[in-house]
């Protein structure tokens, strides 16, 4: 064997290897195969966007679950609450056996009796005023307060000032628990 028997002999591998490489080439880059390559990775995609949204999905369906729970809890301690404050509202209802508060001559003027007669300290002198504030400054328990003597029920009170009926009837319970302890005083 010679020098150009090998001289072919590489030759030949190199002519068969450029045209195994172009056949591998043009079967890869063929636009059907392209085509399905993309179709695949698109599907794989898809599923991976299914299995995420899937996921998320029951996430969201644990929180619903949990805060309709919550909400449950809530209503049933509201429930509570307004049955207790109409336990309280007989005791509300009977008029204070109190008159208002009148100064008597002994605390306007010096007193000009013995030492041993003399007024106590912790007795008021001068009824304090209550400052009526602008309706704007006022919090939302005070609008309530306010809306409330005017005798609206709670879902009007609700509607007048945009806020749910359960906020309205928690602040009314606690303006009249605040009510009945100060009447019990």
Known sequence: MGIKSIFVLVLLLWLFSFLY????????TRPERLFKDYADEIERMIANIDAATERDALLIEERVKSLKALL????RRLSLLL??????KPLEAAPAQTAPYQATPSQTAPAQTAPDKAVPIATPLVK??????PEAELSLL????????????SSEIAKELAVAVAEVELAIALFQAEVSSQTDN
């Open 21 to 28: 490489l172009r056949y591998w080439l043009n079967r890869r």
């Open 72 to 75: 449950e809890n809530v209503d």
């Open 83 to 88: 049955k207790e404050t109409e336990k309280i």
């Open 128 to 133: 304090r005023a209550k400052i009526q504030l």
């Open 142 to 153: 005070e609008k309530i307060k306010r809306l409330y003597k005017r005798g609206l029920d």
